[in-house]
C-alpha cells in the first residue's frame, strides 16, 4: 500500500478535552456481536490494495467464512507502488508478489475463491470522469449483476488515501442502476489513523457500528502476517524509500473489533 500525505494530519481523538470539537469517534460506536456477521449475507469484498481486506475487514471475513458464507473479494490496483525503485522485483514482479501474498491472507481467513483483479494503476486508481473510470465501473457493475451480493464492503468513501476514494466512488456508480442494490458497508482503514476532521462522518451522515472480532483476531493476524513485503524490508530488499505499515498503524488492527459505516 503506497503511502500518501494526507492534507491535514489530525489525530482520531474523542472528543474528550478538545475544544467542544464534535469529533467522530469510532471507538464510541455501538457493539454488535460476532454472531451479526453471518446476517450480512453472501458478500463481495472491494480492496484498493491487497492488504486492506485484512486490515478493514479481515475479521468480519473471517466470521463470514466461519459461518459458510459465500466471499468474493475484488482487488482495484496492481498494487505495484509499494515499493516503485525495486529492480529486483520489477512491476510485473511486484504485482505477482502482491497477489500472492493476497491469495495466501484470504485462505487464512477460510476464502478459496481466488480473488478478481481488476489491475489498476496503484496510486492512480481513476477518479470520476478520469480515464479507465467507467470502463471499471462497467466491470465491477457486471461482476455484482453476476454474484448477486447481499452485501459489499468498501473502504469509507473519504478514507484519507486517493485509491480508497476513487474506490469508493467506483462502486457506487458500479452500484447506480442495479436493480437491487446490495446493502453498502464501509470500513474503515487510513481514517484510524490520520483523518482530518472532514474526513471523518459528518453529524446524521451515518449509522456506524463496531463488530466485535475477538473470537478470530488470531486469524486475522496470520492474514495481515501473510502480506509480508509490506511489513519487514527483507522480501522487496533493494528499495529503501519502499512503503512499510507502521507499528502504530498496525495497532488498530490488532484490536478485537473493526468499524463499520453505512451512510444513512
Ligand atoms: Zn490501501
Known amino acids: 500500500m503506497p503511502d500518501a500525505s494526507p492534507s491535514t494530519a489530525t489525530p482520531l481523538l474523542s ?14 460506536l455501538p457493539l454488535r456481536p460476532s454472531s451479526y456477521a453471518a446476517t ?20 468480519l471475513i473471517a466470521l ?48 478459496e475463491t481466488s480473488p478478481v ?35 459489499i464492503l468498501c473502504p469509507w468513501r473519504r478514507d484519507p488515501h486517493p485509491d480508497h476514494r476513487a474506490t469508493s466512488e467506483l462502486v457506487r456508480a458500479a452500484l447506480t442502476g442495479l436493480p437491487v442494490p446490495p446493502r453498502l458497508l464501509e470500513y474503515v482503514v487510513w481514517a484510524w489513523e490520520r483523518a482530518a476532521p472532514t474526513d471523518l462522518p459528518q453529524p446524521g451522515e451515518v449509522s456506524g457500528w463496531r463488530l466485535d472480532v475477538g473470537s478470530v483476531l488470531e486469524q486475522k493476524q496470520r492474514a495481515i502476517a501473510a502480506h509480508r513485503s509490506q511489513l519487514a524490508p527483507g522480501v522487496i530488499d533493494d528499495d529503501p524509500t519502499g512503503f512499510l505499515l507502521s507499528p502504530e498503524m498496525l495497532a488498530h488492527f490488532a484490536r478485537p473489533f473493526e468499524a463499520y459505516l453505512e451512510v444513512m
Open 117 to 151: 483483479c481488476l489491475g489498476l494503476p496503484d496510486s492512480k486508481v481513476p477518479r470520476e470522469g478520469q480515464a479507465r473510470f467507467t470502463e471499471a465501473a462497467t466491470q465491477l457493475q457486471e461482476l455484482f449483476a453476476t454474484v448477486k451480493p447481499a452485501t
Open 64 to 111: 463470514l467464512r466461519q459461518a459458510a458464507v459465500p466471499v468474493q473479494v475484488v482487488l482495484i490496483s496492481d498494487g505495484t507502488m509499494s515499493h516503485p525503485n525495486s529492480r529486483k522485483f520489477p512491476p510485473a514482479a511486484r504485482q505477482a508478489l502482491r497477489e500472492a501474498e493476497l491469495r495466501q491472507a484470504l485462505l487464512e481467513l477460510g476464502v
Open 15 to 28: 472528543s474528550f478535552g478538545m475544544r467542544k470539537a464534535l469529533v467522530f469517534d469510532f471507538h464510541s
Open 40 to 59: 450480512l449475507g453472501s458478500t463481495v469484498v472491494i480492496a484498493p490494495h491487497p492488504d486492506d481486506e485484512s486490515l478493514g475487514c479481515g475479521g
